[in-house]
């Protein structure tokens, strides 16, 4: 009995401390940043200055004066919003497929869908960065990182979806099939309103990971379609870093989906638990 | 009007074959139950009338009509499932309005049929709950309202009862024989539970392995099994089935007595055994017999029911004599011998 009551007093603190230390941990950096964001370049280097500093707002009205944050925050809400779109619009039709019709190719179909996701990025560099300027015209379009971005989220798409899908009931699908209801009606009445917290959870997550891509939208634009990935790329000086004005930049960025994050924390835990938290 | 015809239906998933080619006749407004062990194939056979599975080859012929490449939706058939399969995120109301929804019927003629059928299904007090607020009785009879209000040519029971409680599966079978009754339409009912297929079939079909072993009303297949295994499957207890010398004396292969057509006595009789168990029902007493020197297949056990009571306790000897004109026979085959 002692020792019982013992490891669970002891359970009891360490799991929350540990969870909070690891918690610190990631969230060290973010604060760094946002620290940082409010230092001069000078200050932001200096070692001595590390918490004790006076505080600016120089780079963030920079910021405004200089780049037209607001030019790469629209793009970074257009391509993110039509990707994620797109992948359900696609994805949603494809999951229900592998859900309701399996047959023996589904597994590997998914797995195989999956696997795309452990090509390196690298490896596709050269024929994708040709093929898009010098073939197909594409370079620098929102129609092109919206593309992009949604082929890459596409797998983890259909993967989520496919698992919230599969906790429907067979039955009920065949019940609306003897009711009457067409394949479209069976996704739109049945389907998406009874998998309607998953498919939310996906679309979150599916945003965010466009909203943060960077290796693509870096590459694939310069101006026009240029996401706020690359206007934080775009502030990495040829003659040193500016930390402080990065840092800057880099709140801004990441602020809006932080925010996003934070709102949807519970939309967003049970999606990443793939619906094993019902 | 729903008269249903298989003829040569067969199903294969992959390259198994559940049920291989068979014909089947259900006349309009009959009761037919189809009966028989686990995995079986009475689902499968059932789905297939439904349309909710293809056809490996033959055909599905509904009042007259070739069905066999009809969406399920447009077979005019009402399908209750054993998980109910209501939709979760309707209310009652909704739930038993889909059908006629998804059919353009208008509002004013929904509202009725749905004011109807919760009167007669006792759900009135129910309508504007979702079917998670309900008990499993509640949420059957959504499942039936939901079925009858597309007044279809035929009615699907996929075991709608195995979910309920022993108590409630009485009250079900009773309201699902007058609803029977009441309007007349002919329904098919999948169950492995023989007493359901007794008490409920105008019709039984007993299945295995997807093949139909017999078509017949209770009392035929009570009376006259058509081989070993609807003996065995038809009857609760089951038939005792002897072989050996006894069964050569009546020149079969096996006989068969069922346990209530056996008479017990203290004193004297044809067969002598050593009580094992017996079971007090009240009404009735099933008196288990071992060590008979028959052979009755392994087990050793030789069943005997006797109507009232019976003062038999365990290692008792009873003499056991069985009623001559109720003896079944068998051939080798298994089939039955007049
Ligand atoms: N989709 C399927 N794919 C492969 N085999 C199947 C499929 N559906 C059913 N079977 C097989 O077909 C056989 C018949 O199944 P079915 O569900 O019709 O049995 P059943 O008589 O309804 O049994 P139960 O009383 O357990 O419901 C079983 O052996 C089952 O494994
Ligand atoms: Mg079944």
Known sequence: MAIVAQTSRFSRIAWPTLAWVVGLIFFFPIFYM?????????????PDMLFSFTPTLENYANMTDNYDYWRFATNSVIVSVFATL??????????????????????????????????PAAAVLYP????????????????????????????????????????????????????GLTTWGEVKEILIPLAWGGIVSTALLTFIFCWNEAYWTVRLTTIDAATLSKLIEGNRAPEGLFFGRLSAVSTAAVGPIIVLGWFCQKQLVSGVAFGAVK | MGSIVLKDVNKKFGETEVIPPLDLEINDGEFVVFVGPSGCGKSTLLRLIAGLEDLTGGQVNIDG???????????????????YALYPHMTVRKNIAFPMRMAG??????????????????????????????????????AIGRAIVREPSAFLFDEPLSNLDAALRVGMRLEIMELHKKLNTTMIYVTHDQVEAMTMADKIVVLQAGV???VGSPL??????????VAGFIGSPKMNQIEGAEAAKHNAKTIGIRPEHVDVSKTEGTWKGVVGVAEHLG?????????????????????????GNIEVSHGDTVYLTPQMDKLHKFDAQGLRIE
């Open chain 1, 34 to 46: 946002v620290l940082t964001s409010f230092k001069t370049d000078a200050d932001a280097v200096n």
């Open chain 2, 212 to 214: 139909i072993e017999q």
């Open chain 2, 105 to 142: 019927i208008d509002q004013a003629t929904q509202d009725a049929k749905i004011d109807a059928a919760a009167k007669s299904l006792n759900l009135t007090d129910y309508l504007d709950r979702k079917p998670g607020q309900l008990s499993g009785g509640q949420r059957q009879r959504v």
């Open chain 2, 283 to 307: 009404s009735d007493t099933f008196i288990h017999v071992h060590e008979t020197g028959l052979d009755v297949g392994e087990g050793d056990l030789f069943t005997v029911r006797i109507s």
């Open chain 2, 220 to 229: 035929e297949l009570y009376h006259k099994p058509r081989n070993k295994f």
């Open chain 1, 128 to 179: 994708m960065t040709f093929l898009t300027k010098n073939v197909f015209g594409l370079f620098d379009t929102h129609f092109l990182v919206i593309l992009v971005l949604c082929l890459i989220n596409l797998p983890i798409v259909v993967w989520m979806l496919f698992t919230y899908f599969k906790d429907i009931p067979k039955d009920i699908i065949e019940a609306g099939k003897m009711d």
């Open chain 1, 86 to 119: 797109f992948a359900l619009v696609v994805g949603v039709p494809c999951a229900y497929a592998m859900a309701f019709n399996p047959s023996r190719a589904t597994k590997d179909v998914l797995m195989w869908m999956l696997s795309t996701k452990m090509l």
């Open chain 2, 65 to 83: 009509k070739d069905v066999t490449e009809v969406s399920p939706a447009k077979r005019g058939l009402s399908m209750v499932f054993q998980s």
